[in-house]
């Protein structure tokens, strides 16, 4: 196998130099999806592509933290308590029978994590999202994702406190 360097603006990022999370803000809209929640530390956003129904990102929003390890404790557990909102709003709007979280930051070290909706049937039960899956995403359109993301509100609004 061969290695690879990094990037080498990564480290700068990774340290909040010019963080595009961070530049972003708690913006409504940006250019991969629309938000649909807004927490107190987190912004969850339904993607414009992905693999499947209701895949969304969400975005760590209470300072810059480059990756999972350096959140305080309290972070922690702010952060996955409304991940986990987020993820039984997209259970409940769309069936999903399980969810996949992936906590990367190798292209994007500002924490945030992907939450992937798997149904029935699957391209690979069992296993995680094959390639061919991702590759065959197609954008929303515009009526789509509108309408998705208010079904997403919807459902959010009905988990209870």
């Not at 927490?39 to 480059?66: C, E, I, K, M, N």
């Amino acid at each position: 196998m061969q290695l690879s360097a990094w990037p080498s603006d990564f480290f700068e990022r990774k340290a909040g130099v010019g963080c595009p999370q961070c530049e972003e803000g708690r913006a409504p809209e940006n250019a991969h999806g629309v938000r649909y929640f807004e927490g107190t530390t987190t912004d969850a956003y339904l993607q414009r592509r992905g693999p499947a129904l209701g895949y969304s990102v969400v975005v760590f929003r209470g300072r810059h933290v480059g990756d999972a390890q350096s959140m305080t404790p309290q972070e922690h557990a702010a952060f996955w308590t409304e991940v986990s909102i987020v993820a039984k709003a997209i259970e409940l709007a769309f069936g999903a029978v399980h969810l996949n979280f992936q906590l990367l930051g190798n292209a994007d070290p500002h924490v945030h994590v992907h939450i992937v909706p798997r149904y029935d049937p699957d391209p690979a039960p069992c296993w995680p999202l094959p390639a061919k899956a991702w590759e065959a995403s197609r954008e929303l359109t515009s009526d789509e994702l509108h309408a998705q993301v208010g079904t997403l509100r919807e459902a959010l609004a009905n988990i209870p406190a």
